[in-house]
């Protein structure tokens, strides 16, 4: 008798879960096996078939019953982490502000499995860090790595003091070094995580010393060679923005303003250079005014009030203060600083400019700079899905350049498809 296979979206299958049914893709008319029941998928897994743009599974009809008590099992696991959290008991505020101040959040996907660290590794979970359980009974070192460390599925840290060894890993495992490097073909996928990871850590760097011309030099070089990622192929991109981070930080939204920039600037036809360089190093900057205001009002875990409002949103003209006088810095990256605020209804902040008042630059950041907003979790507010917060940025038309969204929604477009 023919088999009768049923569709499965692929965000229902979760990554590191035992699925205990076969799994088939379609090809052609044809359904082929792709996992056997009780194997691990994994996040390798989820990446390489949303880069081969798969969005649907099949599973045979008589698994049926099966997927539906795994998806009741997996609901009933993630529910607890489900929800947003508020963090209102001071104890748990200052554990919170501990954590953002103290720890810097990493990708776990480079920490593979061989790997000698020279620096301990944490999972976050519920507003509280725990070392890696690999290393509970070696607290003091050497931290050598079993198994992978992203399966621990939590967000993984280290020591913000650790940043250097870090750092330094990371150029070693881009020149190919270190235990546990991936064979060629995944070679794309830990080149764009360890250049983010390595921007990140520049971000990081820049909204310590903000007045550093050094630093902002280099960090001009880091995201040249993100802008050359990017334009290397289209998936790239699609690559640079899958890798997520679960809270929101600073150094994590700057790079991301950074490469939605970048990728909407080419989406309009804008030139490599000086163009896309100019979005890049602006988008990387937008928000470096935050480093002179008080880390525990820009990393609340709840809500703003109205006045702790009134001072976050002086982080724009602090910002132009630090970066104004800098002979290294063209206006049109300054206006990024600037303008990211700014809305073309005039209703922006801290000038209220209006339709082409506000720069071409300033258009793409604001946009930019809200999508990502919207979509990364706060203590107090889940994250949107790409799709529900490009709904809520499309509703606000007198705020936003149409031709612009248009091209940010197209430019997205594959990214919504697959979550
Ligand atoms: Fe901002
Ligand atoms: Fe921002």
Redesign the pocket.
């Known amino acids: 008798m023919e088999k009768d296979y049923l569709p499965v979206p692929l965000r229902n299958i979760q990554v590191n879960s035992y699925p205990d049914f076969d799994l088939y893709l379609k090809q052609a008319d044809n359904f082929v096996l792709y996992r056997k029941a009780s194997y691990r998928f994994s996040q390798e897994h989820l990446d390489n078939l949303i880069d081969s743009r798969v969005d649907l599974l099949y599973l045979e009809r008589r698994d049926l019953k099966r997927f539906e008590n795994y998806c009741k099992k997996i609901h009933a696991e993630s529910a607890e982490d489900e929800e947003a959290r508020p963090i209102t008991h001071p104890v748990e505020v200052a554990h919170y502000h501990d954590i953002m101040e103290n720890y810097f959040a990493v990708n776990g996907s480079l920490l593979l499995s061989g790997l000698e660290l020279e620096f301990p590794v944490f999972c976050r979970r519920q507003n509280r860090t725990r070392l890696f359980p690999e290393f509970e009974q070696n607290p003091e070192g050497p931290w050598h790595l079993d198994e992978n460390v992203s399966h621990c599925n939590k967000e993984v840290m280290i020591k913000m003091e650790d940043l250097g060894k870090y750092q330094a890993l990371l150029q070693k495992l881009f020149e190919g070094g270190g235990g546990g490097a991936p064979e060629n073909g995944k070679r794309v996928r830990q080149k764009a995580i360890i250049l983010k990871e390595l921007s990140k850590i520049m971000i990081q760097e820049m909204l310590a010393d903000p007045r550093s011309g050094e630093k902002i030099k280099n960090l001009r070089n880091m995201v040249n060679t993100t802008v050359d990622f990017i334009m290397e192929n289209e998936s790239s991109f699609y690559t640079l923005m899958r890798i997520h981070a679960f809270d929101f930080y600073t150094y994590v939204?700057?790079l991301n303003?950074c490469t939605l920039c970048v990728g909407l600037g080419s989406a309009i036809g804008l030139f490599r250079s000086p163009d896309l360089e100019l979005l890049a190093l602006g988008g990387s900057l937008?928000?470096i005014g935050k480093s002179q205001l008080d880390p525990k009002l820009i990393n609340k875990p709840e809500e703003l009030n109205e006045s702790e409002y009134e001072v976050v949103k002086t982080h724009v003209n602090r910002g132009v203060e630090l970066l104004k006088d800098n002979p290294d810095l063209p206006d049109e990256v300054l206006s990024i600083v600037s303008q990211?605020h700014e809305r073309l209804s005039g209703n922006g902040y801290p000038n209220g400019l209006k339709g082409d008042e506000i720069s071409l630059y300033g258009q793409i950041s604001s946009i930019v700079?809200v999508y990502?907003?919207l979509t990364t979790d706060r203590p107090y507010r889940k994250a949107l899905s790409p799709f529900d917060a490009l709904k809520i940025i499309a509703k606000t038309e007198d705020d936003f350049e149409q031709t612009l969204m248009k091209k940010f929604i197209l430019m997205l477009g594959s990214q919504i498809v697959s979550t």
């Open positions: 939204h700057s303003v937008h928000d990211h700079d990502d907003a």
